[in-house]
């Protein structure tokens, strides 16, 4: 069975499609496109990348795109005896990242529960021994829960956008009107930002950084080492 890489080609190939003419409408970088056709699945920062990437592909050449994933899942299947490269460190670091935050969570939850009991019985104890009545002491006990909760209230955004760079760039990212300021990108690196509408997005190399929306992959910022200013991206897709 010939690879996913080998379908991608052979596709491309059959339609007299170009690489550099693949990359300009996909706006995928030509380097991107010839590590899918080659295999070469590790170039890419983590394992949502490579299927972003086969989606994208696959579509743009008419192929079915479930059906291209599952041969790359078990091309993924084949290789499991390799040894671990830096790909698989990248995916199990996020891993055990995404255990932790979710036991912190827990951690921090179950304490304000218990602060919570503590501050309601402590409250009846005060007002019983004052002599209050408890229409007076109830508000204090009310109080607290609310008080916790806005303080233990973890909050999600709707968008997430990622800027992966494949050259050296800096990236200036405004999100929902606030400005996110400026991060420079070596090769390899990659920056996350959340939003609740949208994201305007300058770049000094726009051709040297992809860009994925909750996951899914956009393109290039933009054309070859220009700068790129006012770039919109939403959850439309983006535009200039």
Do not use: C
């Not at 590790?42 to 990348?49: R, T």
């Not at 255990?99 to 919570?116: E, H």
């Not at 009545?133 to 009310?142: E, G, L, M, N, V």
């Amino acid at each position: 069975m010939e690879s996913v890489g080998e379908l991608l080609r052979k596709a491309r190939e059959a339609q007299g499609k170009t690489i550099d003419e693949v990359a300009k409408t996909t706006r995928m970088s030509p380097s991107t496109i010839e590590a899918l056709e080659d295999d070469r699945f590790s170039a890419f920062p983590a394992l949502v990348y490579v299927k972003s990437h086969i989606r994208a592909y696959a579509k743009f050449l008419g192929l079915d795109e479930q059906m291209v994933l599952d041969r790359y899942l078990r091309f993924t299947q084949q290789q499991e005896t390799r040894e671990p490269d830096e790909w698989d460190a990248v995916e199990l670091q996020h891993a055990q990242r995404r255990k932790a935050v979710s036991r912190r969570t827990l951690w921090i939850v179950g304490a304000a529960v218990v602060v919570v009991v503590a501050a309601f019985v402590i409250a009846k104890v005060v007002g019983r021994g004052g002599g209050e009545s408890p229409a007076t002491a109830a508000p204090a006990a009310q109080g607290t829960p609310a008080a916790a909760e806005r303080d233990t209230t973890i909050e999600w955004r709707k968008l997430a956008l990622t800027a992966a760079a494949r050259q050296r760039t800096w990236v200036r990212v405004v999100a929902d009107g606030r400005s996110q300021g400026e991060v420079t990108l070596e090769p390899g690196q990659r920056h996350t930002w959340q939003a609740d509408r949208e994201f305007v997005v300058d770049a000094g190399n726009g051709g040297g950084v992809d860009l994925y929306l909750n996951g899914e992959y956009l393109g290039t910022a933009g054309t070859g080492p220009r700068v790129v200013d006012d770039l919109v991206i939403n959850e439309n897709g983006m535009s200039q």
